[in-house]
């Protein structure tokens, strides 16, 4: 299985950026994808879930209403658009996969990307 991240960079707040996340390996239709991130001297923290089918989506609430999580599952890849950025999004942001059901715990997801840096200045 494999997972890798893109899309990260610097950005000015209130700006945007997409993330996205190729997915190899995986029983796609079956998982729950998820990022997460982790800021400088912070753990690692939940920002967003699709489910398996794609129909549903979880978001963290620091970053409900400026982020959408979204899968093809023709492309096999889930995108993190993220609008309004501000300072504090500033992390590495991973994606992870699970089988089943999404969690909003790091610690059950099996497979991880590498990550990818998400720099906004104020």
């Known amino acids: 299985v494999q997972l890798q991240a893109s899309g990260g960079g610097l950005v000015q707040a209130g700006g945007s950026l997409r993330l996205s996340c190729a997915v190899s390996?995986?029983?796609?239709?079956?998982?729950?994808i998820a990022w997460f991130r982790q800021g400088p001297g912070k753990e690692r923290e939940f920002v967003a879930a699709?489910?398996?089918?794609?129909?549903?989506?979880y978001y963290a609430d620091s970053v409900k209403g400026r982020f959408t999580i979204s899968r093809d599952n023709t492309k096999i890849t889930v995108a993190l658009q993220m609008n309004s950025l501000k300072p504090e999004d500033t992390a590495v942001y991973y994606c992870?996969?699970?089988?089943?059901?999404?969690?909003?715990?790091?610690?059950?997801?099996?497979?991880w990307g590498q990550g990818t840096l998400v720099t906004v200045s104020s």
């Open positions: 992870a996969a699970k089988q089943g059901y999404y969690s909003r715990s790091y610690q059950l997801y099996a497979y």
């Open positions: 390996g995986l029983t796609f239709g079956n998982s729950a």
């Open positions: 699709i489910s398996g089918g794609g129909g549903v989506t």
